[in-house]
């Protein structure tokens, strides 16, 4: 059974940057069939997907973020992370990994979660 | 972008009873790629419907999903207790790729 789990500081400061990391565990990120992604839950936007990595690399990222978002990822680890810089109040959310499959671009495993709350 | 538009915002219903939800696409979507998921609270959402009208592993057959273009329904058949949560929708498109519906609150009475 594949399991997700975010770990990274609950709290930001506005400016800063929000770092989080996806371990996954029960399954290789290596896999060719899926790709893995960061999406947030805020009151004000809802579900927001954010972007995904490849296990190769290659990143794709939503276009109302990509100025401000990294994700990077260590197979050695089997983990992925998320980096968003410059960060406000509206990017207060619970920040979710989620692994991505191909066939029908589902994402059909899920961390719990984590809430970041952007205050100073 | 193409926006998902569900409603109603919340259905409350008795246990036995059927639910219709309903998500609306500003755009025609791929009947391959528009899923349900089920968020109860304090959880991430789960994957209960993929490629419009199949279930995923695990879900009971009471759920089931229908329509296309633009237009899509989630039923559940015979409403749980357990079923009490928010689904949503969600497409793949262009750009930004993937998008999801605001949500529809189900309350069993």
């Known amino acids: 059974q594949v399991q997700l789990q975010e770990s990274g500081p609950g709290l930001v400061k506005p400016s800063q940057t929000l770092s989080l990391t996806c371990t996954v565990s029960?399954?290789?990120?290596?896999?060719?069939?899926?790709?893995w992604n960061w999406i947030r839950q805020s009151p004000g936007k809802g579900l927001e997907w954010i972007g995904y990595?490849?296990?190769?690399?290659?990143?794709y990222y939503s276009p109302s973020l990509k100025d401000r978002v990294t994700i990077s990822v260590d197979t050695s680890k089997n983990q992925f992370s998320l980096k968003l810089t410059s960060v406000t109040s509206a990017d207060t959310a619970v920040y979710f990994c989620?692994?991505?499959?191909?066939?029908?671009?589902?994402?059909?495993?899920w961390g719990q979660g984590t809430l970041v709350t952007v205050s100073s | 972008e193409t926006v998902l538009t569900q409603s109603p915002g919340t259905l409350s219903l008795s246990p036995g009873e059927r639910a219709t939800l309903s998500c609306r696409a500003s755009?025609?979507?791929?009947?391959?790629?528009l899923a349900w998921y089920q968020q109860k609270p304090g959880q991430a959402p789960r994957l209960l419907i993929y490629?419009?009208?199949s279930r995923a592993t695990g879900v009971p057959d009471r759920f089931s999903g229908s329509g296309s273009g633009t237009d899509f329904t989630l039923t559940i058949s015979r409403l749980e207790p357990e079923d009490c949560a928010v689904y949503y929708c969600?497409?793949?498109?262009?750009?930004?790729?993937?998008?999801f519906g605001q949500g529809t609150k189900v309350e069993i009475k």
């Open positions: 989620a692994r991505g499959e191909e066939r029908w671009l589902t994402f059909d495993y």
């Open positions: 990595i490849y296990y190769s690399g290659n990143t």
């Open positions: 755009q025609s979507v791929s009947s391959n790629y």
């Open positions: 490629g419009a009208s």
């Open positions: 969600q497409q793949y498109g262009v750009s930004p790729r993937w998008t």
């Open positions: 029960g399954g290789s990120i290596s896999s060719a069939d899926y790709y």
